[in-house]
C-alpha cells in the first residue's frame, strides 16, 4: 500500500530534509508545470482533476487550452492514474463560500441531462486518457451543485456505465452522509462501489455544532483510524492513501503520516 499527501510547502521541506516516509505526491491538474517539476524531483506524482473549470455534467468541457496543459502534464508525470471528481449538477457551478460549490436554482440541470453528460465525458475522458480513470464522490451540500451525484445509487449506476473505477474521498463520504441524514457514515459508505476503489483520499471533516458537516481538509486524528480500517476491509483493490489535509504544519504532517503507517503495516 503506497501513501502519499498533497503537496503543501509543509510537504516540500520535510522530502527536502528526507524527514518524511512517502511514497507519492498528488499534484492539482490546477497547478503549473514548474511546481509539478518540483514535485517529480522529490517522488512520483499522482494528478488529480484536469483543472477548475473542467466538470463531466457541463455540454463540453474539453476546450482545447485545458487539454492542451493536461496532456503535458501526463507526460511529464506518467502516473499510473488519473483522477478526477464524478460532475457536478448545475453549469455554470463554482466555489460560493470556501467549503461548498453552488449554484443558482437557473442553472441546476435536469437529472438525466447532468448524469447523461456525465456518462458521455467520462467515457470520453477515458479514451482522451489512454490510462486507467478514477472518478472521485463528492460532498452532499443543498446548492444546487451536488444534487443526484452524491446518491450512491447514482454514483454506482455512472461508475459502471462509464466503466471506470474509484477515488474514495472518505471525508466527502462523512459529509454527505451526514447532509444527507443516512444513519451513519458506515452505512452511506457500505452503498457505495468499495469493490472499485482503487485511492483514497482521506482528511477530517468539520462537524459545524451537528448542523452540517464541512470539507475544511483538516489533519487526521487517532479517531480516523477506525474508519479507514474499516473501509479498507470492504475495498481490497486500493492501491493508495493520499493525506489531503490542507496546508498542514510538519509536525502536523509527520503525525499523520505515522497514523496511516500504522493501519497499513
Known amino acids: 500500500m503506497k501513501i502519499g499527501a498533497t503537496i503543501s510547502p509543509a510537504l516540500l ?3 527536502d530534509r528526507n524527514q518524511i516516509d512517502l511514497d507519492y505526491i498528488e499534484v ?8 509539478l517539476e518540483r514535485a517529480l524531483s522529490l517522488r512520483p506524482v499522482l494528478l488529480h482533476d484536469i483543472s477548475y473549470q473542467f466538470w463531466l455534467n457541463y455540454e463540453d468541457p474539453f476546450d482545447e487550452p485545458t487539454m492542451t496543459k493536461a496532456r503535458a502534464m501526463l507526460d511529464l508525470a506518467k502516473p499510473p492514474w488519473h ?3 464524478i460532475g457536478a449538477s448545475a453549469e455554470p457551478q463554482g ?3 470556501e467549503f461548498w460549490r453552488g449554484a443558482p436554482a437557473s442553472a441546476l440541470q435536469p437529472r438525466e441531462r447532468c448524469l447523461a453528460n456525465i456518462v458521455r465525458n467520462g467515457r470520453r475522458l477515458a479514451e482522451w486518457l489512454g490510462m486507467p480513470l ?4 463528492f ?3 443543498p446548492t444546487n451543485a451536488y444534487e443526484y451525484i452524491c446518491e450512491p445509487d447514482t454514483f454506482n449506476r455512472l461508475i ?3 466503466g471506470c473505477d474509484v477515488l474514495l474521498d472518505l471525508a466527502h463520504a462523512q459529509i454527505s452522509a451526514f447532509n444527507m441524514r443516512w444513519p451513519s457514515a458506515r452505512d452511506y459508505l457500505a452503498a457505495l462501489p468499495l469493490a472499485q476503489v482503487r485511492e483514497i483520499h482521506i482528511n477530517q471533516p468539520y462537524n459545524d455544532n451537528d448542523r452540517q458537516y464541512l470539507d475544511r481538509h483538516l489533519p487526521i486524528q487517532p479517531r480516523d483510524q477506525d474508519l479507514l480500517r474499516w473501509t479498507l476491509e470492504r475495498a481490497p483493490q486500493t492501491e493508495a492513501i493520499t493525506l489531503e489535509s490542507h496546508e498542514p504544519d510538519e509536525a502536523a504532517l509527520q503525525e499523520e503520516v ?3 503507517r500504522e493501519v497499513v503495516a
Open 13 to 15: 521541506s520535510l522530502l
Open 134 to 137: 478514477l472518478l472521485e464522490n
Open 95 to 97: 466555489h460560493t463560500t
Open 28 to 35: 492539482n491538474g490546477e497547478r503549473d508545470l514548474a511546481t
Open 160 to 162: 459502471d456505465e462509464i
Open 83 to 85: 483522477s478526477t471528481g
Open 139 to 141: 460532498n452532499y451540500h
Open 258 to 260: 505515522r497514523l496511516l
